[in-house]
């Protein structure tokens, strides 16, 4: 009687593990939680995949691009997806990337609107076994599969090496930072800051205007009025930049402004003079290869952890050139 005892519980035993190893091969893949035990992968074809692409704000063209080059990339491969807009709230943003786990989708674009706010929907989707791909902006917790982005410190580094040739070593510089918390808030800054510092730039002040325009305009407004002398601002994103212009405008001073992005707003504004230069960003093609890596992924190819899209200095030299 042991010895059939014994006989079943083998049998049973045998059973499940062949019905784990089986719901292995259909769902655990490498990456998704972190776990490295399951070494295979579900293989489909671009036209079998739904992803959800969850975008932080579609109130900023530069996002727009990223949502329009996602659609064109889905469109031509008959890629199913699912498009949310957070509007800026990173509460709206977990709602949505819930709602794409309950879909049981296949992958999960993710552009944060916070670094830190977005840790527990991408814990979520990794106890859910669905890979997540980071967008523009990282995340400081939680298993991404990639990080798709410009390199935000080189953005930094490159505007106050720009301010540096252009207006001079010891310029007077105002720094409009983006939304508190965003990786490309602290990226950019950290860049910024740090070059600034070496090659000897005088930074007056730094105040956040939430990458938004009439923030900008505002707060540049306040700060124009708090202190004199300022021969530069530095804007880390273009929708700042452009209000930035606009109360510099208004006062009839003559200050460098640089941005960071490369939206066609603004490269119309270096034409006109009203802005400087922009470190220029390509919103596009981040939404192209961020599709092409969750494509890579169910081919089985190899995704590095962090794709790098390329950036470059826009001035009325070069203004024509690199448009979204």
């Not at 977005?118 to 990639?146: C, E, F, W």
């Not at 923030?215 to 700042?240: C, P």
């Not at 960003?281 to 890579?296: L, S």
Request: hydrophobic residues 40%; charged residues 20%.
């Amino acid at each position: 009687m042991k010895l059939f005892k014994k006989i079943i519980l083998g049998t049973v035993s045998v059973f499940a593990l062949s019905s784990l190893a089986a719901c292995s091969f259909y769902t655990g893949i490498p990456g998704r939680d972190g776990n490295s035990e399951t070494t295979t992968v579900t293989h489909k074809k671009p036209n079998e995949l739904k992803l959800g692409i969850s975008i932080s704000t579609t109130n900023n063209p530069y996002f727009v691009s990223m949502d329009d080059a996602i659609q064109k990339v889905a469109q031509k491969n008959n890629t199913k997806i699912t498009v949310s807009d957070a509007q800026n709230d990173s509460a709206t943003q977990l709602n949505d990337i819930q709602n794409f786990i309950s879909q049981g989708v296949d992958a999960i674009l993710i552009n944060p609107v916070d670094s830190d706010a977005v840790i527990p929907a991408i814990k979520a989707a990794n106890n859910a076994h669905i890979p997540v791909i980071a967008m523009d902006r990282g995340s400081n917790g939680g298993t991404v599969l990639t990080t798709v982005a410009s390199d935000n410190v080189a953005a930094g580094k490159m505007a106050a090496q720009a301010i540096q040739n252009i207006v001079g070593k010891d310029a007077k510089v105002l720094e409009l930072s983006g939304t508190p918390g965003a990786s490309a808030t602290i990226d950019r800054g950290k860049g910024f800051n740090t070059e600034a510092k070496t090659l000897g730039l005088n930074i007056l002040s730094s105040q956040s205007a939430n990458f938004d325009r009439t923030t900008g305009l505002n707060t540049t407004q306040n700060m124009l009025q708090s202190h004199s002398g300022v021969q530069a601002i530095f804007a880390q994103n273009d929708e700042m930049a452009l209000g930035a212009a606009k109360a510099v405008q208004a006062t009839g001073l003559k200050i460098a402004i640089f941005g960071i992005d490369g939206e066609d707003e603004s490269h119309t504004a270096i034409k006109n003079g009203t802005m400087t230069g922009t470190i220029a960003q390509q919103p596009a093609k981040i939404g192209e290869m961020a599709m092409q890596a969750a494509f890579d992924y169910y081919q089985g190819k190899s995704v590095k952890k962090v794709i790098n899209s390329p950036i470059y200095l826009v001035t009325k030299d070069n203004v024509d050139e690199h448009k979204w």
